[in-house]
């Protein structure tokens, strides 16, 4: 497994090694010795998994409170999307800021998303599969989202996103309180 810090440290791109013969491929996906190994500490305790059938369906910017709030690994295994994860810890350095990758089900890559820190992701392909692991079950009470304009991500749209009602009524940025601190944070 390839581990790539982005410019956001914690969150971490991951590519799994994939071999290969005349019948197809076969990869490792998650060890959770070999996360360790790369300094990854998670205990998944849910697998999620969603079908986008539009190009340009927007999913976020979402995240769960404390006490409930959940790393994530996120993977795209049809078709491909475009992975944003947006630093919410108040105290850190890189509050609001916001980093992408391209996820696809061809090159297989993983992002490791941390409590604290918003997700989202835009689809590229039509019929669209992602599947993501999380380290806390869903807790309704702890579910909340960001407005995905509210934050100049460039999320490579070529007209309006399709959103769900949470998502179109999400506060903006400026207008939300996060309820993550950084650990150390004064």
Not at 5 to 13: A, G, K, N, S
Not at 137 to 161: F, M, Q, R
Request: glycine share 10%; aromatic share 12%; proline share 6%.
């Amino acid at each position: 497994m390839n581990f790539q810090p982005t410019r956001l440290p914690e969150v971490i791109l991951l590519t799994p090694r994939r071999f290969g013969d005349a019948r197809g491929w076969f990869t490792e996906t998650w060890n959770k010795r070999t996360l360790a190994q790369g300094g990854i500490e998670a205990d998944f305790v849910q697998d999620n998994h969603s079908m986008s059938a539009d190009v340009g369906t927007l999913r976020g910017l979402h995240y769960q409170a404390p006490p409930h709030a959940q790393d994530k690994l996120v993977r795209c295994t049809r078709g491909a999307i475009w992975d944003v994860a947006v630093d919410v810890r108040r105290g850190s350095p890189r509050y609001g800021q916001w980093v992408g990758v391209d996820l696809t089900a061809e090159g297989g890559e993983q992002l490791f998303v941390p409590k604290g820190f918003l997700h989202g992701f835009v689809t590229r392909t039509p019929d669209c599969e992602v599947q993501y692991k999380c380290t806390d079950y869903y807790a309704p009470e702890s579910d909340g989202s960001v407005a995905w304009d509210s934050l100049g991500i460039d999320w490579g749209l070529n007209g309006a996103p399709v959103l769900s009602d949470k998502d179109r009524a999400a506060p903006a940025f400026g207008d939300w309180t996060s309820p993550f601190v950084m650990e150390g944070a004064a």
